[in-house]
């Protein structure tokens, strides 16, 4: 057992224990403290944001996309919003038997401010279920195009925050394959998605280039770092937007060009919503 890293004097014990963070007996392995630095690091990332909106008002929402067992929402909750009485926190997961379990959670500790839908991140934007304008949104290595979901609900849904740490979208990549034969030798550009290896790496790199675009436009300003302290995953870019404006045509504009270059007009509508 390793020595237990420093827990915020905030925190309940009770729910490290029911989130398997915290042995029984109030021990800890290593792969369960690599996952509360996980989250206490993204913590430090989102409650400026959390604090910022509470300063305009006396309410907040926040919407988890892809929660799994909610270790983010269950942290946010217990470190920073059990005592506000406005604020609710949305856990969005695809798989049932998760949702309920942190629902009989979320009870046991008294937790009323938070809740739990079993669906998908599509099925999420046309629900009545939640409010229609949210706060806060966040999705963590939502897999594929679920990020992208989650960025038009988030757009949708006149969020004011979002936080994403992409995880893996094979469409750009897989266009990129599809159209190889006849976009190499044109555009010394080709060089980057040649061979197959390359064609995997500049697709997500490209695919997340092409978010922040989209997001540009819609108005967001962005912050996009290394999610340092989540060294045991590959997929360690964190995105923050901020909405500060309206349409921003320039940054649509590079995005288009930046289709044209690679050959990915049919790309066009997935990054313009």
């Known amino acids: 057992m390793s020595l237990i890293?420093?827990?915020k004097p905030q925190q309940s014990i009770e729910l490290l224990k029911e989130l398997h963070i915290l042995t029984r007996d109030g021990k800890i392995n290593q792969d369960t403290r690599r996952k509360l630095k996980q989250v206490y690091h993204l913590y430090q990332f989102i409650e400026p944001l959390m604090a910022d909106v509470l300063k305009q008002k006396d309410s907040l929402?926040?919407?988890d996309h892809g929660a799994g067992k909610s270790y983010l929402g269950f942290i946010l909750y217990d470190l920073f919003l059990k005592d506000k009485p406005?604020?609710?926190?949305?856990?969005?997961?695809?798989?049932a038997e998760l949702v309920?379990?942190?629902?009989?959670?979320?009870?046991?500790?008294?937790?009323?401010?938070?809740?739990?839908?079993a669906m998908t991140v599509e099925e999420s934007m046309s629900s009545t279920q939640l409010p229609e304008k949210i706060d806060i949104v966040t999705a963590l290595h939502a897999c594929n195009t679920a990020t992208d979901d989650a960025i038009r609900f988030a757009l949708n849904r006149d969020a004011q925050y979002i936080v994403l740490v992409p995880c893996c979208q094979a469409e750009v990549a897989a266009t990129l394959r599809a159209n190889k034969g006849s976009t190499l030798g044109k555009t010394p550009l080709s060089e980057l998605w040649r061979h197959p290896i390359h064609t995997r790496e500049f697709g997500s790199q490209l695919t997340n280039v092409l978010r922040c675009l989209q997001l540009e436009a819609r108005g967001y300003q962005l912050t996009v770092t290394e999610l340092v302290g989540w060294e045991h995953s590959m997929k360690n870019e964190?995105?923050?937007a901020k909405k500060i404006g309206g349409f921003k045509k320039s940054a649509r504009e590079r995005q288009l060009q930046?289709?044209?270059?690679?050959?990915?007009e049919a790309l066009a509508d997935r990054f313009a919503y």
């Open 238 to 240: 964190l995105i923050i």
């Open 61 to 63: 929402s926040l919407v």
């Open 5 to 7: 890293p420093e827990i």
């Open 86 to 95: 406005g604020a609710h926190v949305y856990g969005i997961e695809t798989r």
């Open 100 to 117: 309920t379990k942190s629902e009989a959670l979320a009870q046991r500790l008294g937790f009323e401010g938070m809740s739990f839908l």
């Open 258 to 264: 930046i289709l044209k270059e690679c050959h990915l």
